[in-house]
């Protein structure tokens, strides 16, 4: 049976038997059994990993560790509230504070926990629940997490692309309304305007020559492979270890 531990661009963790690109954690969320217990997370460190890191293989859910949690790609971490780890994704992180910077008009790159303690704020309320902001779909980049007309799914080229486990959807056919939700927060959204590049699922390639707009990248060869093949997220995996 799968474990809990996919996670929904909504931030929500489930149990689904695919595992997705990439992975990541919000501390230790499960107990005795592998089971989650009430707690969605543990610290204000929510982190978006590579799957392949140097070999390493570890258990998902060792005893009183750490939960690793898996997405199907960096488009839906980021919209679930996570940000790209400073230690497995060291440039990726660099890349992503600078374009906080930029976007916020900073003097100088903010450190991962300043950045995580405005995330924090922005991705769940009171409730805890998903906190989420309505905008222009035309003032949107490529490369965010929206909901519109009853869908949610990653914006590209100004259409919505519908969202699940194991990939994208075409495009949608009817066009967006002027304002839609979006799942993704507000300052990393700000820093995907700045020039921060998500790494999408390759279903994301749009036809007819399966190119990427050039706001987001594609997943590596490689990493694709792993996610083909039929390994669960139940499975011991080849992931980094609990990151920064």
């Known amino acids: 049976m799968p474990l809990q531990n996919r996670v929904m661009p909504t931030g929500e963790i489930v149990a689904d038997s695919s595992r997705g690109l990439m992975m990541g954690n919000r501390g230790c969320l499960h107990g ?40 199907l790609d960096e488009a839906t971490a980021l919209a679930a509230g996570h940000r790209p780890c400073a230690y497995c994704r060291r440039r990726d992180f660099l890349d992503f504070a600078e374009a906080w910077r930029v976007a916020r008009r900073l003097t100088r790159r903010p450190r991962a926990k300043e950045i995580d303690s405005v995330l ?17 779909a035309a003032e949107l980049p490529d490369g965010v997490m929206i909901r519109a007309g009853g869908s949610t799914g990653l914006l590209l080229t100004g259409r919505l692309r519908p969202w699940s486990f194991r990939g994208y959807g075409a495009p949608a056919t009817a066009g967006l309304p002027g304002a839609v939700e979006v799942l993704t927060p507000p300052s990393t959204v700000a820093a995907i305007a700045a020039g921060y590049r998500p790494l999408v699922h390759p279903t994301a390639a749009l036809p007819p020559d399966g190119r990427l707009p050039s706001g987001v990248r594609g997943h ?9 093949g039929q390994s669960g997220a139940n499975d011991p995996v080849t992931i980094s270890p609990a990151g920064s």
């Open 32 to 71: 005795q059994g592998r089971q989650l217990g009430a707690s969605r997370w543990r610290s204000q460190l929510w982190i978006c990993c590579v799957l392949d890191w140097k070999g390493i293989r570890r258990d998902p859910m060792p005893p009183g560790r750490w939960t690793a949690l898996f997405f």
């Open 220 to 228: 590596a060869r490689r990493a694709a492979t792993v996610a083909a």
């Open 120 to 136: 924090h704020r922005e991705r769940v309320g009171r409730f805890r629940r998903q906190v989420t902001h309505r905008a222009a």
